[in-house]
């Protein structure tokens, strides 16, 4: 990156270049998918201090989209940046998940390593207890 000094004050300006942006084409070209509103109850599980401990600690989903959520956790703790969710009531085991973001209203922004499945996507739906989801059926056959 070159510096560029003004002619007004002896602040570097930055120029523009294509080499100064990174990007994934996970997380920057990749589309966003509509996130929806569903209440499943859930577990965040992650080592702690390197491999010898597996914690895990009870969560829940707010809103849910193909590639990301948004989870509610009751307390504070210390997350790392990689975690597993499992959602036991619609036997989804170890969504690989990267923290994105954590608010201070104890809500966590996470991005899943994978897309999630329409199939993975409706059962979780149909065990949710939000009253949008309130008639929706699993369909075995699939």
Do not use: W
């Not at 992650?46 to 969560?59: A, D, P």
């Not at 690989?96 to 059962?123: M, P, T, Y």
């Amino acid at each position: 990156m070159r510096k560029v000094y003004s002619m007004r004050s002896d602040a570097p300006v930055m120029q523009q270049h294509f080499l100064n942006k990174e990007e994934s084409f996970m997380y920057d070209r990749e589309a966003n998918f509509p996130m929806e509103d569903t209440r499943n109850d859930a577990r965040i599980e992650f080592t702690e201090k390197g491999m010898q401990n597996l914690s895990s600690r009870r969560c829940e989903i707010i809103k849910l989209s193909k590639s990301s959520a948004v989870i509610g956790i009751v307390t504070k703790f210390q997350l790392p940046q990689n975690f597993y969710l499992d959602i036991p009531s619609a036997r989804i085991p170890l969504i690989g998940c990267l923290l994105k973001r954590v608010h201070a209203n104890n809500l966590i922004e996470a991005r899943f390593l994978r897309l999630l499945s329409d199939r993975d996507l409706n059962r979780i739906f149909v065990y949710s207890t939000h009253p949008n989801h309130r008639n929706r059926t699993l369909d075995i056959y699939r």
